[in-house]
């Protein structure tokens, strides 16, 4: 049995959902509540993830932790389709865009860095805000920049980028970023969520959405 721990609106996770969707791979979700704190209780720290972050995904009795990493285990173990063009050259591009995300972007806007801000630092909602959509705009400049001609980022069929890209484009929306200096990006988040994968992967159809 393959099981997911997801939170709706984690953004890693929903880069998983995708990646398991489009692999063909059905899984079971247990959902873990950021919200409560459910990720840090000592249980799901002991026999899930000693880092208290969602996604976990237990497979083939292994749990494996950090959203690229489950995912590069599903590239290898199931190649069909493939996230990730053949040349080298272009490999390191799809992976470079999706680290722009994974790597310089979702790091600086996660939940326990906002609450640091908010509780050790002193900081207002409006900096905290100001915080995110800093980190977002810087990103997503350089991401526009990056994009090549194929109607995804990683080229003519959806990959690894567009798996990073589409759940962060969730997230600048839910901040209010403005997205008009991102045309592209704009355009290629539209046509990755016209794909049942990334629609079913979506936090809305999540069935712990809203908790
Ligand atoms: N680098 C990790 C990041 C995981 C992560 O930050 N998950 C967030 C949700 S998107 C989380 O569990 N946050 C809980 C918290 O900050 O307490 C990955 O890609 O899996």
């Not at 865009?97 to 050790?120: E, F, S, T, W």
């Not at 409006?126 to 990683?154: M, N």
């Not at 969520?193 to 959405?209: I, T, V």
């Amino acid at each position: 049995m393959t099981v997911l721990y997801d939170y709706w609106r984690s953004s890693a996770a929903y880069r998983v959902r995708i990646a398991l969707n489009l692999k063909g791979v059905s899984y079971e979700q247990e959902s873990v509540n950021l919200v409560s704190g459910a990720q840090s209780e000592a249980g799901y720290r002991d026999r899930i993830n000693p880092q208290g972050l969602v996604p976990a995904l237990v497979i083939g009795g292994v749990a494996l932790t950090q959203s690229l990493a489950i995912i590069d285990y599903l590239e290898e173990t199931i190649p069909e389709p493939p996230l990730l063009p053949e040349q080298p050259a272009e490999r390191a591009r799809v992976r470079a865009m999706a680290q722009v995300i994974a790597c310089d972007i979702h790091p600086l806007n996660n939940l326990r860095v906002l609450k640091y801000l908010k509780g050790p630092l002193g900081q207002g909602q409006e900096a905290v805000d100001a915080w995110y959509r800093h980190w977002i705009q810087e990103g997503f400049t350089a991401l526009e920049r990056q994009t090549g001609a194929g109607p995804y980022l990683s080229g003519d069929r959806p990959g690894l980028a567009d798996i990073c890209l589409v759940p962060q484009m969730y997230n600048a929306r839910r901040f209010n970023v403005d997205l008009d200096p991102f045309s592209r990006l704009v355009s290629i988040d539209e046509a990755c969520r016209a794909l049942s994968a990334f629609d079913k992967a979506a936090p809305e159809n999540q069935p712990d959405a809203q908790r």
